[in-house]
């Protein structure tokens, strides 16, 4: 399930009494009040402070209840504590079995909360700062697509472009005199003469993989653009090499949000947010 439906459950949720623990933690490593494992006592702390308000209202099934969610939270942070990101949200409780949990790699405000529904207010700010969005990353290998929201990575996909080349490569004989997608290409399959093979021959090589390549992008574009209804993005985000980015940005309906000329194509998607979304900052 995307976090977009996920959200909406959330926001419908409710019980009769209190039963929902709601834990946003700051895990981020470049923050001094996080650093050096003092999240660790900052978990403890939020949650031994809730659980010592509960012991004064005296309310045994609340009491129980929470103790076992509390054990449950305390074991799923520690059993993924060396796989920790910026920041850890985890809403849990008995009722219709509710068990969320997202390590983000954005900036958390560290704050614990016992209620009858989720409390969503840090959600909501961090949705205004990191949008339901689509990174594309298109290139000659052809698209990666992001699809993200809060930090979050809800979806990896990728398209391969298809030049069509090669039975045309076996007709023609121009394969062993340019190349296509190696160290000295262009953007759009520039060659680079390595035989003796004719220049008209490479031109005509190189002509239909940008024409190829042109009508790849119109064709995914008209699927992102479904995507973005379909999934809710507010934005979409353009990462690629100047060419490719730009020729990828002008076949969209949608003008995008930001267009980072950069090459992230085999990069974590992490470090893509970080870059996307940092230079937006």
């Known amino acids: ?162 030049s069509g080349l090669d039975f045309w490569n076996e007709q023609k004989g121009v394969h062993s005199g340019v190349s296509t997608a190696g160290g000295n290409t262009g953007a759009f399959g520039g060659a680079s003469h390595v035989g003796g093979n004719s220049g008209s021959a490479a031109d005509d090589f190189n002509w239909r993989i940008k024409e190829n390549l042109e009508r790849f992008y119109k064709e995914k574009a008209n699927e992102i653009e479904k995507m973005k209804k379909e999934r809710h993005w507010d934005e979409i985000h353009i990462v690629g090499e100047a060419e490719h980015a730009k020729a990828f940005s002008k076949v969209l309906s949608t003008k995008p949000a930001s267009c980072l000329t950069k090459n992230l194509t085999n990069s974590s998607p992490s470090q893509i947010l970080h870059e996307v979304f940092e230079n937006l900052a």
């Open 1 to 162: 399930m995307i976090l977009y439906n996920e959200i909406q459950e959330l926001k419908n949720f409710n019980c009769e009494e209190r039963c929902v623990l709601s834990v946003y933690l700051n895990t981020n490593p470049a923050d001094l009040n996080a650093q050096n494992g003092a999240w660790r006592i900052h978990l403890k702390n939020g949650l031994k402070r809730l659980e010592e308000y509960l012991t004064a209202s005296q309310n045994e099934k609340e009491i129980n209840t929470y103790k076992k969610l509390k054990k449950k939270v305390e074991r799923e942070i520690m059993d993924h504590q060396n796989d920790l990101h910026k920041g850890v949200i985890i809403f849990a409780s008995p009722h219709e079995d509710l068990w969320f949990v997202h390590y983000v790699q954005v900036p958390v405000k560290t704050s614990f909360h016992w209620e009858a529904t989720p409390v969503l207010d840090e959600l909501r700010y961090m949705y205004k700062a990191y949008p339901y969005a689509g990174v594309i990353l298109p290139s000659l290998k052809g698209i990666r697509i992001l699809d993200t929201s809060m930090g979050i990575i809800n979806e990896e996909i990728f398209h391969e472009f298809d």
